[in-house]
């Protein structure tokens, strides 16, 4: 009897304590969406980044808001530029590769291994903006 009040008393405060957990992280989420939420939708990450830094207040924050709104369309321009130069230097080398004698085989492992390297880095914030005219 006693050994079985013992591990009844054990699983209640297991189950308590799964129970604090999820309230817990019921908790952070929604302050997290609240978070983001209170952040104007046209802020891109950079900016909203920049703008958390710096700590500022509400009003300042509206009078900086179009100035980096600005820098980071134009960055994203320069970005996007940047990585079809990126692309087409890449295909060359690939050319220049197999024509000078790295079979396929060889090129597909050095792509596995850019591949793995990628997976590291964050993705690049595409969202914000529209991609530029070609």
Known sequence: MRQAKTI???LFIFILGILAGIL???QIIKREIRHFQERNEETDLLSGRIMDAMDLSAEKREKIRP???EFGKLRHEIMEK???EMESLRDSLKNELLQNG???EEWQNLERAMEKR???LPPPP???F???EK
Do not use: D, E, G
């Open 8 to 10: 009844i008393i054990i």
């Open 24 to 26: 817990a992280h019921a």
């Open 67 to 69: 100035i980096l709104l």
């Open 82 to 84: 940047h990585r079809f």
């Open 102 to 104: 790295v079979s396929t």
């Open 118 to 120: 990628k997976r590291f």
């Open 126 to 128: 595409r969202k914000h």
């Open 130 to 132: 529209p991609k530029p």
